[in-house]
């Protein structure tokens, strides 16, 4: 028995909220479960100096927690004078996996920033932060479609993420934290809406899995980021 109550294979409830800051380009709340997470994306007629008169375009992130998102205050990265590892590390995966679900000579020599920022964890806060950043990525560029700013569309397809972990013994989809804190393995799967991965990663956290088990957590997860994928949709017709 899951500590929620939950079915194996069964998400937490997914909401998804549009428009929610006025002056980005894009924007929504994403909820999953107990982790909120604000997403935006800011449209800049720019691109990073490597990329200066190649063409082609960019997308980037940024993440960051506010102090009590946890059972107890963090201090401001701010204050601390520098980002942890762990803050890098997660803004440049959910920049890269975004990345890969747009055509970014369609979206011309210009800069999309999508910044997520957790205003409550409980858990899969990267997952929530790559398909809430899609949602407002996707809205950014509706706005860039529509004011005649470019023609093609330079979004490939949905990108998603969920975690899949064992816990208690058992391939468990969408782990909240307690789940997480006590998983024998973890993992995240970044996948796009037709199915194709994007990245995982999967580690064992107190025990090793087989490939049999692997191969379940990657049918859990694919289940999961199909419903995500559903949700996106919904939130951006």
Avoid at 146 to 164: K, M
Wanted: glycine content about 10%.
């Amino acid at each position: 028995m899951r500590p929620s109550g939950r079915n194996l294979d069964e998400m937490r409830k997914i909401s998804i909220e549009t428009a929610v800051m006025r002056h980005a380009e894009g924007s929504c709340l994403i909820k999953c479960g107990d982790t909120h997470v604000l997403c935006s994306a800011t449209i800049e007629e720019r691109v990073p100096p490597f990329l200066k008169n190649s063409g082609l375009g960019w997308v980037t992130a940024e993440y960051g927690m506010l102090p009590r998102a946890t059972h107890t205050r963090g201090r401001r990265e701010a204050a601390v004078g520098k980002q942890s590892g762990r803050t890098q590390e997660i803004q440049r995966l959910i920049g890269r996996a975004l990345r890969a679900g747009v055509d970014r000579s369609a979206l011309g020599e210009r800069q999309i920033t999508i910044d997520c920022d957790v205003m409550q964890a409980d858990g899969g806060t990267r997952c929530a932060s790559i398909t809430g950043g899609w949602v407002a990525l996707r809205l950014a560029v509706n706005k860039l479609l529509t004011s005649g700013a470019i023609t093609s569309d330079p979004i490939l397809d949905n990108v998603a993420a969920v975690s899949c972990g064992i816990y208690a013994g058992q391939p468990v989809l969408d782990l909240d934290y307690p789940e997480d804190s006590e998983a024998g393995t973890d993992s995240n799967f970044v996948m796009t809406g037709a199915g194709k991965l994007i990245e995982i990663q999967a580690s064992a956290e107190s025990a090793t899995f087989s490939l049999d088990e692997f191969a379940e957590l990657q049918k859990l997860a694919q289940k999961g980021v199909a419903e995500l994928v559903l949700a996106q949709n919904a939130a951006v017709a």
